[in-house]
């Protein structure tokens, strides 16, 4: 434990403030008989009071800890939530197929820096073996967008 | 005798071509899941969670998802033991000696003795189940709303305890969980909670869209930061059986193992991983020559394997008798059981037993079937490894995507993954654990019912818990149990000091 967990305790304790302003303004009710604000109440003294004790261990621990993931190590899943990002914005306009396989693409070419020969090869079987599996098999409904 | 007899009429319901085709898909699917890195039987379940609803029968979609569950713990050993990677959590144990057995030559002799020490943990821990399950729920009929509250924190309390790290950590996770699960419409008053006017929030979160978020695109996101790469010993493993002198050194191990894993995966939070760690120190202690461990024991390898195949057969106890699940994986099963209709617990026996019978049946009958798949088909699960996560991973997001967008047609689903995605990733490298967060997700709304009814019943007094026996017996255990946990933080506090 050191400063980075100091900073998690604080937001916990901002969490449990804001849960538990939340659950008052929902009605907590009685004991009698709970409001739909009962839990979310009960839930944010809960947060606060297990935030203050994570944050008064962290401040008993003097050690400081670096970052836990330096710049280059948050750069490939921050890529690969840029291409999922994508794909949820597309797929209602360009439908499963376009949609799938470009992400492929994308993520075959930026993230992997894979040969273009299987970055082809894989982006068309699978954007078709899922095809295949999906709306054939399986018989769910995928949008097929305004291009199809 | 009758649950011989209602087994025997499971066996009818398992046994149908259908039921053991799924069967035979779960447990190739499970062990591939396994065989593979980077993609546990949690985060597979939850892709197929939305499929089944395709399949329609409760009973083929449990078998198929139980398949997948046990079949990972036997996949798990062959990338310990060849690659010195765990394919799943559970088998972490097993890299130790069984990679070391595979440097010396007896890669075979280890696959072996995992796959046979598994099937024999296996089918122990069914046999348990079997005679266990229909009194464990006759017992729970007697359970009212106060019980269930007691019981309930008892689990999420021992999940938490049992996770990985600082106690206080667990304890956030849980609450974190408990809070999600509010999100969407109070099921009293109607009113909308933590929704924001936003239509997907007012439903609520959904469970799928979370687990494959959290466990799922999470996991991708760790991956990513490494190329995985590792050195495959041999796709060559020659002769799988073990030898009688392997057999003479391993057998009193998978016993213990089999034991050890059936009664920890009894416990919520036991599970396969924690089972597999307390055979291997169990082995290690009993052991005349402990300093073998580590160098290619084969007892290293029969124990911790058996242990965790007895405990995720045991783990299905607490789901199907109470309607507890003890971890990740079986909370994905048991969210299998609601989408399907069936509400897991001591009622299940009696209003669907073809649904409770018909899954341990198949549970006989799939221990079967991954010995068979494992043992001369372990060369092929080998070749498997070959293929490269750079192909695997961008098919298992769109997996996920499609899967989540496919439970309400909707494509907002995709981003809330991946939004619960970037909260698992950012939780992992802060070292906190998941798994205590869904569980208490997916406990969440059953807590709040059963403390709700049970105010209610008392007149608003918490009397009413120590009144009844069993509540009053299960919260003296939770409050033994925080009692040693402190005890034991403050002993290891004081070593450190």
Redesign the interface.
Known sequence: ?GR?DGI?ALF?LLLGGY?LQ?GWA??VG???????????FS?GL??II??V??LV?ALRDRSTTGS??PLK?WT??LM??A???F??SC??WFG?PAT?FI??LY??WI??R?SWR?IVL?SVS?TAG?YVV?TLV??????MGTLF | MEAFQFLLQGFGLALSPVNVLFGFIGAVLGTMVGVLPGLGPAATISLLL??TY?IGSPLTAIIMLAGIYYGAMYGGSTTSILLNIPGEAASVVTCIDGYQMAKNGRAGAALGIAAIGSFIAGTAGVIGLTFLAYPLSNFALKFGPPEYFALTLLGLLLATFLSSG?V??G??MV?TG??LG?VGI?P??G?F??AYGILQLQDGLDFVTLAMGLFG?AE???N??IKLTAELVTTRVGRIWPTLADWAESRWAVARGSVIGFFVGLLPGGGALVGSLLSYAVEKKVAREPHRFGRGAIEGVAGPESANNGAASASFIPLLTLGIPGNPSIAMIFAALLIQGVQPGPFLVVEHPDVFWGVIASMYIGNIILLVLNLPLVGLWAQLLKVPY??L???V???C??GV??VK?D??E??I??IF??IG?ILR??QFDTGPMLLAFIL?PMI?RS??QS??LS???FSIFAQRPISAMLLAVVAGVILLQTVVATRRREKKA
């Open positions: 434990m980075r998690v916990f849960v939340a929902l009605d009685t004991l009698q008989k709970p409001g739909p604000g009962f839990q979310p839930l809960l947060f297990l935030a004790g994570y261990l836990p993931w190590l490939r899943p690969a939530s291409g999922i990002l794909y949820w797929l209602p499963f799938t992400f492929l993520w075959m993230l992997e894979e299987r894989v699978a899922l999906f399986l018989r769910i409904r995928l949008p | 939305p499929l395709t600082p206080i950590k304890l956030l609450v408990l809070w509010c109070d009293v008053s009113k909670r933590f695109v991708i996101f760790v990513l930061e750079s192909i991973a961008p098919i997001v769109l997996v995507a499609i967008f496919s047609n494509p907002a995709i981003l993954m991946l995605g970037l990733y490298k802060l969440g709040e403390l709700r105010l209610i007149g608003g007094s």
